[in-house]
């Protein structure tokens, strides 16, 4: 037994021999510490047609054997090419999975190219391949186009997550019909405190969360008049509006305006932020009758 797992090891040197200076010391497919400012933070704005859909199916293959274990063996032609055989190996039976390369990301982009994607190692891995060598045994290496930081936000921050975030409702005090001339405060509701998440969008080696927090509102008052606060209290005098005229001449009798939340959306990667932000609106029309003041008059 010894004698074969020497063998293997020796053939495993003259496999990879060409990559071992790259190997050692090498970083994994997307730093593990996250993205650090570099080109796979990119904007996650300006969604190209089709590419959620490339992205999601390319995230599906590669989770597809956590959730459906294939077997594998040292034995089986796939492992290193078939370039061992039963005089040279011993049976190490294990399951497939994707891994980040061992050589490192950048090392494949320099041999190959820098297409915009991430490598990955489809290996047969079970704890006897970890206790010979470190990792399991080569099946294949693929570039999965469309996987990087910014795609997997994109996916994160889908309109699933976007439609997700509640709409503001927008209160009145006093409530409709209000005076010309009166000052009218303003808030909203339905908006929760502290960070929205988004479920967490993983391939391996990389995790992928995106968050959203609601800032300021912007109050469309339908007259061309705009009102920006900047939280959702009831009346806050910071955030209130004296209409200088009534509404009659209006369509319907009333002002047709609008409150507009603007969430702030963020994402991590490996548990470090991204340094991107995106503005998330949210609108919410509303309709307000104001009356004008009446002229008391007093008998002379």
């Known amino acids: 037994m010894h004698t074969r797992?020497?063998?293997?090891?020796?053939?495993?040197?003259?496999?990879?021999?060409a990559f071992s200076i790259a190997i050692i010391g090498a970083e994994p497919a997307l730093a593990a510490d996250g993205c650090n400012g570099g080109p796979r933070c990119g904007s996650v704005e300006g969604t190209p047609d089709g590419l959620l859909g490339r992205v999601q199916a390319q995230v599906d293959e590669l989770n597809h054997y956590s959730s459906h274990p294939e077997p594998c063996s040292d034995e089986d032609p796939r492992?290193?090419?078939?370039?061992?055989?039963?005089?040279?190996?011993?049976?190490?039976?294990?399951?497939?999975?994707?891994?980040?390369?061992l050589a490192?990301?950048?090392?494949?982009?320099?041999?190959?190219?820098?297409h915009g994607g991430t490598y990955f190692r489809l290996e047969c891995w079970s704890p006897?391949?970890?206790?010979?060598?470190?990792?399991?045994?080569?099946?294949?290496?693929?570039?999965?186009?469309?996987?990087?930081?910014?795609?997997?936000?994109?996916?994160a921050l889908s309109d699933d997550f976007f439609l997700g975030l509640p709409a503001p409702e927008p209160h009145f005090n006093p409530a409709a019909p209000t005076l010309a001339q009166q000052e009218t405060y303003l808030w909203v509701g339905n908006i929760p405190q502290g960070r929205v998440a988004s479920p967490v969008i993983s391939v391996p080696g990389v995790r992928v969360q995106a968050f959203a927090e609601a800032s300021d509102v912007d109050w469309d008052m339908g007259n061309g008049e705009h009102v920006p606060c900047n939280g959702n209290a009831a009346n806050d005098p910071g955030c209130s509006y004296a209409y200088p005229d009534g509404s009659a001449n209006e369509a319907g009798g009333v002002y047709h305006g609008s409150a507009t939340i603007v969430w702030t959306g963020t994402y991590e990667v490996n548990g470090n932020p991204a340094p991107t932000t995106i503005p998330i609106p949210r609108e919410t029309p509303f309709e307000i009758g104001v009356a004008e003041n009446a002229a008391v008059v007093t008998p002379g």
């Open 5 to 17: 797992v020497t063998t293997a090891v020796a053939a495993l040197a003259v496999l990879c021999g």
């Open 79 to 101: 492992v290193y090419g078939g370039r061992f055989d039963e005089n040279t190996t011993v049976d190490y039976p294990g399951t497939l999975r994707w891994v980040p390369t």
């Open 104 to 114: 490192g990301d950048d090392f494949w982009k320099a041999v190959t190219g820098d």
């Open 128 to 155: 006897a391949w970890q206790a010979l060598q470190g990792y399991g045994g080569e099946v294949e290496i693929r570039e999965f186009p469309d996987i990087n930081a910014a795609n997997l936000a994109r996916l």
